[in-house]
């Protein structure tokens, strides 16, 4: 959803829960994943075709 450039509420809404707890998801791919920021994870999911 991050690499479709939906935003934290857009994210929350689509699956039920709330925009804070969207925003911890967000946060935490980003620290799995290596990266800066949802560019970063944006460009990760292209790169291994999840998106």
Same mark, same amino acid.
């Not at 829960?17 to 460009?43: C, E, F």
């Given at each position: 959803m991050v690499a479709g #450039?939906?935003?934290n509420p857009e994210i929350?809404? @689509?699956?039920f829960i709330s925009a #804070?707890?969207?925003?911890?998801?967000?946060a935490n791919a980003?620290?799995?994943l290596?990266?800066?920021?949802?560019?970063g994870i944006a460009a990760w999911a292209w @790169?291994? #075709?999840h998106a």
């Amino acid at each position: 959803m991050v690499a479709g #450039g939906r935003s934290n509420p857009e994210i929350a809404a @689509e699956l039920f829960i709330s925009a #804070g707890t969207a925003k911890t998801h967000v946060a935490n791919a980003q620290r799995k994943l290596g990266v800066r920021n949802r560019v970063g994870i944006a460009a990760w999911a292209w @790169e291994h #075709g999840h998106a």
